[in-house]
């Protein structure tokens, strides 16, 4: 049974950090990319940021310079460090595995 686990949402005001982490289990992990996605209210679901089995990156631009990607192939977990946090970074986050399998899901909200 493929898992995709989420963790590290919450509540953050502007200008904060969050660290969000996936584990990842029943599927192969290491040769496959991985990434993060949102959805916020109303909106559709967006690439936030991807990173090969290569440990190639890519962002969308909105989150440039503040969100970075890792993961770790021991742990089977792919995480994303998120800085300087913005209410536009509001929505519910989901691990995306290369395969297509995707988590719940975990809600970041930036608010003061």
């Known amino acids: 049974q493929v898992q995709l686990v989420e963790s590290g949402g919450g509540l953050v005001q502007p200008g904060g950090s969050l660290r969000l982490a996936c584990a990842a289990s029943?599927?192969?992990?290491?040769?496959?990319?991985m990434g993060w996605y949102r959805q916020a209210p109303g909106k559709e679901r967006e690439l936030v940021a991807s990173i090969t089995r290569t440990y190639e990156t890519n962002f969308a631009d909105s989150v440039k310079g503040r969100f970075a990607i890792s993961r770790d192939n021991v742990k089977n977990t792919v995480y994303l460090q998120m800085n300087s946090l913005k209410p536009e970074d509001t929505a519910v986050y989901y691990c995306?595995?290369?395969?297509?399998?995707w988590g719940k899901g975990t809600l970041v909200t930036v608010s003061s």
């Open positions: 029943g599927v192969a992990f290491d040769f496959h990319t």
């Open positions: 995306w595995h290369g395969a297509n399998y």
